[in-house]
């Protein structure tokens, strides 16, 4: 954790923040400007001082040696009604533990940063040995809680955009203990080579569309069941390779993250790809949900 040593230089406690406004807190000193050049914490302000979130405030105080008040984060969620502090932070420390630098979506514009990011956005990621403003961002990030309800159409609108932008569309998802694992959305494009010859079975299904539109892909499909899914999807014949997609319709997809985690495990673990699949304005559209290399699994700060 190289990236975990930048508290005042004799190891006293920075001084607390002072709020300026909902969810925005002032610091100043040293250390306001050691945070902003080491880890992009923030928006600088004049005189010296960084506009910090309260997120970001935790992960200084966890990670930064930045003092608090006792009782600061209930007070925060009493009184400044911050919903979900607790699990934005426990996100926030994830993946800028590692030395990964993430600016807030909602700090592009003061920081007049080149690009934009999608609405539902919440941050865009800098690998650790980059400067912000010295390129373009690697990942375009949101986090959810492991219970939130999944909508698959809009989140493939989210990753097509942040693929569009040569990015990597990455779920921090958080539970109830506040651990945090990661995961990667990536709109796909599945194609095979297999002849509608070879398909052959029973194309009895209760998703004849779907059906329909893999097999004009070249895909061969055949029971994903003990995979739990829909199907398991072969793009040559069987026998000539393993089926390198599992692919469940929307209908019968997971409805929160807690099981899309189970979900993308399973596939992962037999190395496969797994997909959710819908039609939209006539087009089939499939999301792919994987986990990311080793280097880039985000995950929960073990206490």
């Given at each position: 954790m190289a990236e975990d040593e930048e508290g005042t230089a004799d190891g006293v406690p920075t001084d607390a923040p002072e709020a300026a406004g909902h969810d925005e807190f002032l610091i100043d000193g040293p250390a306001a400007q050691r945070f902003w050049d080491k880890s992009a914490l923030g928006v600088p302000q004049s005189g010296n001082r960084l506009l910090l979130s309260a997120a970001e405030v935790l992960f200084c105080n966890r990670q930064r040696n930045l003092a608090l008040p006792e009782g600061w984060e209930n007070a925060?969620?009493?009184?400044?009604?911050i919903s979900d502090l607790l699990h934005e932070?426990?996100?926030l420390e994830a993946i800028r533990t590692p030395g990964e630098k993430v600016v807030l979506a909602r700090n592009?514009?003061?920081l007049s940063l080149p690009g934009t990011a999608s609405e539902s956005t919440w941050g865009l990621r800098w690998a650790r040995a980059e400067r912000v403003r010295n390129?373009?961002?690697?990942?375009e990030l949101r986090w959810v809680k492991a219970s939130e309800a999944?909508?698959?159409r809009e989140l493939h609108d989210w990753a097509s955009e942040a693929t569009a932008a040569d990015r990597i569309a990455e779920v921090l998802?958080?539970?109830d203990d506040l651990d945090v694992t990661t995961y990667r959305l990536n709109p796909c494009d599945p194609n095979?080579?297999?002849s509608q010859a070879e398909v052959g079975g029973d194309?009895?299904?209760p998703f004849p569309g779907l059906l329909e539109d893999i097999l004009g892909r070249g895909l061969l499909p055949r029971s994903g069941f003990k995979y739990g899914t829909r199907w398991r999807l072969y793009d040559q014949p069987v026998g000539v390779t393993h089926a390198p997609y599992l692919l469940q319709h929307e209908d019968e997809a997971p409805s929160d993250w807690a099981q899309v985690c189970l979900s993308a495990r399973m596939s992962t673990g037999v190395n496969k790809t797994w997909l959710c699949g819908f039609e939209q304005a006539g087009v089939w559209c499939y999301l792919a949900v994987t986990r990311p290399p080793p280097d880039a699994r985000w995950s929960g700060v073990r206490r």
């Amino acid at each position: 954790m190289a990236e975990d040593e930048e508290g005042t230089a004799d190891g006293v406690p920075t001084d607390a923040p002072e709020a300026a406004g909902h969810d925005e807190f002032l610091i100043d000193g040293p250390a306001a400007q050691r945070f902003w050049d080491k880890s992009a914490l923030g928006v600088p302000q004049s005189g010296n001082r960084l506009l910090l979130s309260a997120a970001e405030v935790l992960f200084c105080n966890r990670q930064r040696n930045l003092a608090l008040p006792e009782g600061w984060e209930n007070a925060r969620m009493e009184r400044e009604g911050i919903s979900d502090l607790l699990h934005e932070a426990a996100a926030l420390e994830a993946i800028r533990t590692p030395g990964e630098k993430v600016v807030l979506a909602r700090n592009l514009e003061p920081l007049s940063l080149p690009g934009t990011a999608s609405e539902s956005t919440w941050g865009l990621r800098w690998a650790r040995a980059e400067r912000v403003r010295n390129g373009p961002p690697e990942g375009e990030l949101r986090w959810v809680k492991a219970s939130e309800a999944i909508d698959w159409r809009e989140l493939h609108d989210w990753a097509s955009e942040a693929t569009a932008a040569d990015r990597i569309a990455e779920v921090l998802i958080v539970d109830d203990d506040l651990d945090v694992t990661t995961y990667r959305l990536n709109p796909c494009d599945p194609n095979g080579e297999v002849s509608q010859a070879e398909v052959g079975g029973d194309d009895s299904s209760p998703f004849p569309g779907l059906l329909e539109d893999i097999l004009g892909r070249g895909l061969l499909p055949r029971s994903g069941f003990k995979y739990g899914t829909r199907w398991r999807l072969y793009d040559q014949p069987v026998g000539v390779t393993h089926a390198p997609y599992l692919l469940q319709h929307e209908d019968e997809a997971p409805s929160d993250w807690a099981q899309v985690c189970l979900s993308a495990r399973m596939s992962t673990g037999v190395n496969k790809t797994w997909l959710c699949g819908f039609e939209q304005a006539g087009v089939w559209c499939y999301l792919a949900v994987t986990r990311p290399p080793p280097d880039a699994r985000w995950s929960g700060v073990r206490r």
